[in-house]
């Protein structure tokens, strides 16, 4: 298939390093830190890793193959990814969750012996050409060097870089902790509800976005597929990160502890509207795309639902939670 590359240009974040706010009902102004968590020291010093969890929920009448989609997160490599089996090939008898798994799998052989994102999915596509499956898949991958985070995305699967920060709600005097958006991806599609893709057919390979983003401690990565990003709006990954990050994080708590709980939260809440399909009421990111293409479509749109979300954590050499390697049916 032939298409025009996109571009995604990156945001650029400046460093805060000290915010003013007024207290209700007192006319002192008081300075103090963006956070009492996240301090400017922790930007470009030391040494630091990713802390993961997944989860990843099949089509209801796909959970006996294992759904469509694919992941891995790998904290030895700081490196992760997610792939979406193309669907259309199913009419041909062919397994795309078979494909993208397997892409996958090549990929992370790649980073972890060249620590290359661009060329691990050039070798990936190769091998897999090589061994003649059949099948094709959409493919977002990503890995942590230093403090800049690099996002290579081939298709409509998702990420987002989540930051801690302070927000007062309408109505309210006291200012609650909620994560603003330092990054996001966009899809990659020829048309709509038609990705850039991988394949083994003769059809050329488009070229992926490839960006670097800064990150600190306590930024938060979520990486999904569509079947995640076509229900789920932005804004409502970022209240289900508050609510479950939100208390560890006002305490000064541990919060790898609650990525599990994170990541299956936003995995079965998209199902969850993704049921929704008859629901004219119901108004999804995919529904909006489509109108956007004089297409009628409203409710939920039913898929594989697959994330990973990795936390920036100082490297300490210690182990703990979400530092085990995380496949799915590699």
């Not at 945001?11 to 209700?24: E, G, I, T």
Request: glycine share 10%.
């Amino acid at each position: 298939m032939a298409a025009v590359l996109r571009r995604v240009r990156p945001v650029l974040q400046a460093p805060w390093r000290v915010a003013a706010w007024h207290l209700p009902h007192c006319g002192a102004r008081q300075e103090r830190c963006f956070s009492d968590f996240i301090t400017a020291s922790d930007e470009g010093t030391g040494r630091l890793r990713l802390a993961f969890a997944a989860a990843c929920l099949p089509h209801p009448e796909k959970v006996e193959k294992g759904g469509e989609d694919g992941y891995f997160a790998c904290p030895a490599r700081r490196a992760f990814g997610v792939a979406d089996g193309v669907g259309g090939w199913a009419d041909n008898g062919v397994d795309p969750g078979l494909f993208a798994r397997r892409l996958l799998q090549l990929c992370l052989e790649g980073i972890e012996e060249q620590s290359d994102l661009h060329e691990a999915l050039l070798e990936a596509t190769q091998r897999i050409l090589k061994e003649k499956l059949e099948g094709g898949s959409t493919a977002l991958l990503g890995q942590l060097d230093g403090s800049t985070m690099g996002i290579l995305n081939l298709g409509d699967s998702g990420a987002m870089l989540l930051r801690p920060a302070l927000r007062t709600p309408p109505q309210s005097d006291s200012p609650l902790l909620f994560p603003r958006v330092v990054f996001r991806s966009c899809d990659q599609t020829h048309y709509f509800n038609c990705p850039y893709q991988l394949g083994s057919g003769n059809a050329p390979v488009e070229a992926p976005d490839f960006i670097r983003v800064r990150v600190r401690i306590g930024d938060l990565v979520v990486a999904a597929t569509d079947g995640v990003f076509d229900n789920l709006f932005d804004h409502q990954v970022q209240a289900i990160v508050a609510q479950q990050l939100g208390k560890a994080w006002s305490q000064g708590a541990p919060v790898t502890p609650h990525l599990n709980g994170l990541a299956t939260s936003i995995a079965k809440q998209a199902q969850r509207i993704g049921q929704q399909e008859d629901h004219k009421d119901i108004i999804t990111p995919f529904a909006l795309a489509a109108h956007s293409e004089g297409l009628s479509f409203r409710g939920g749109k039913l898929d594989d639902t697959t994330v990973v979300v990795g936390l920036v954590c100082s490297d300490t050499g210690e182990g703990g939670p979400g530092d085990q390697a995380l496949l799915n049916n590699f």
